[in-house]
């Protein structure tokens, strides 16, 4: 079993790989394919959602098929947390906040929420979901 430190560990290098992949997709996408940026970015998540699915999966989690249990999971936890992350940032700047403030806020806070909820619900065995409940 890999320890929590480590699974973070994993988990901030495989987040660090998808936003490589997110920006260099959308740089693709606008410069080349000449798409919108706003289109261009939405493909660019999705595949950064992909990749981060996958290093996740097979590496941070160690888990093994069952992708039809982890990939529906894993999705919802990533558009909670863009939500999660565009409510921040309407939050701090529409009260007068700095949108920088914001951003950094939504780097510390979205990461961190979609690490415990990714290792307690998304790639959580059916064994470790019952105990949550139970204690």
């Given at each position: 079993?890999?320890n ?7 988990f901030?290098a ?5 936003t ?6 959308a740089?693709l996408l606008?410069e080349f ?6 289109w261009a ?5 999705a595949v950064?959602?992909?990749?981060s ?9 160690a888990?093994?098929g ?5 990939l529906p ?6 558009a909670l947390?863009?939500?999660?992350g565009?409510?921040i940032?309407w ?26 909820a990714s290792?307690?619900?998304?790639f959580?065995e059916?064994r470790d979901?019952?105990?949550g409940?139970?204690?």
């Amino acid at each position: 079993m890999i320890n929590v430190m480590n699974q973070a560990a994993r988990f901030s290098a495989v987040g660090l790989l998808a936003t490589i992949v997110h920006i260099a997709v959308a740089i693709l996408l606008v410069e080349f394919a000449r798409i919108p940026v706003f289109w261009a970015n939405i493909g660019a998540f999705a595949v950064a959602v992909l990749v981060s699915y996958f290093g996740n999966h097979h590496w941070t989690f160690a888990c093994s098929g069952a992708h039809a249990r982890y990939l529906p999971r894993f999705i919802s936890i990533a558009a909670l947390g863009l939500a999660i992350g565009q409510v921040i940032v309407w939050a701090i700047t529409e009260s007068g906040g700095n949108y920088r403030v914001a951003v950094v806020t939504v780097a510390l806070m979205v990461p961190a929420f979609s690490f415990v909820a990714s290792r307690l619900f998304v790639f959580a065995e059916p064994r470790d979901e019952m105990e949550g409940m139970s204690g």
